[in-house]
């Protein structure tokens, strides 16, 4: 693929700015607010590094230590899916408290209020799509939050995200690259609705039950 846009690398700044530069970018490009790092102001390492894949954006993130929230309810409504990479991270999100290893995917409602805390090494993919561009009911994606791993379709996903992790450095043409953006958000789309159509089975499941 071409060569990532370096959106954010706080390692060639000083010790004392690498905060404050971390706390600016996450406001203004992504709408978190930053809760700090969990190390010394020497050990902060934040970098943002990006690839477009057709119209679809997608940035690795390599974040140790560092805990951020959206903490109010916006009228913003996309989701963004993350593979984890490397190191773990912890989050709350719709009352639900998960804990992410390496391998594993999430998929995170920003028209709702969360809060993540990454560990030691953390680092994760993600890419983020609209409400329209999945082309789904918002109920349907929101009901996908958290439980992702429902679908069927998950490991199909899981796998088609990890190996485009590992295809960032390869020698792929523009229209390859755009292709894969497409079929990203194509299995995007197929594992949300299926994983929220297994939630409303189990849902209804347990209704009868009663």
């Known amino acids: 693929m071409a ?4 959106l ?15 706390q600016e970018f996450m406001e203004r490009f992504t709408q978190l607010d930053v809760l700090g790092h969990a190390c010394p102001p020497e050990s902060i390492v934040t970098r943002v590094r990006a690839w477009d894949l057709g119209t679809l954006r997608l940035s690795v993130t ?6 951020a929230e959206l903490n109010h309810s916006t009228a913003t409504e996309a989701v963004s899916i993350a593979a984890q990479v490397s190191g773990q991270t912890a989050m709350v999100h719709g009352g639900q408290c998960q804990a992410f290893a390496p391998g594993d995917i999430s998929l995170t409602d920003h028209a709702s209020p969360f809060r993540s805390q990454a560990g030691q090494a953390s680092a994760h ?7 329209a561009e999945l082309c789904l009911p ?3 994606i929101r009901s996908a939050v958290g439980d992702l791993a429902a679908s069927p379709l998950h490991e199909l996903f899981q796998g088609h995200v990890l190996q485009l992790y590992r295809c960032l450095d390869e020698d792929i043409s523009a229209s390859a690259a755009e292709s ?5 958000l194509e299995l ?18 347990a209704h009868h039950a009663r």
Do not use: H, I, K, N
């Open 180 to 184: 894969l953006g497409a079929a990203t």
């Open 3 to 6: 060569a990532p846009v370096t």
């Open 138 to 140: 918002a109920a349907a």
């Open 125 to 131: 993919m993600w890419f983020q799509f609209s409400y």
């Open 8 to 22: 954010l690398d706080t390692s060639a700044l000083a010790p004392r700015e690498r905060e404050g530069a971390t």
């Open 188 to 205: 995007a789309r197929a594992s949300d609705v299926r994983s929220g159509m297994t939630r409303a089975e189990r849902g209804a499941d």
């Open 62 to 67: 390599e974040c140790p230590w560092l805990g």
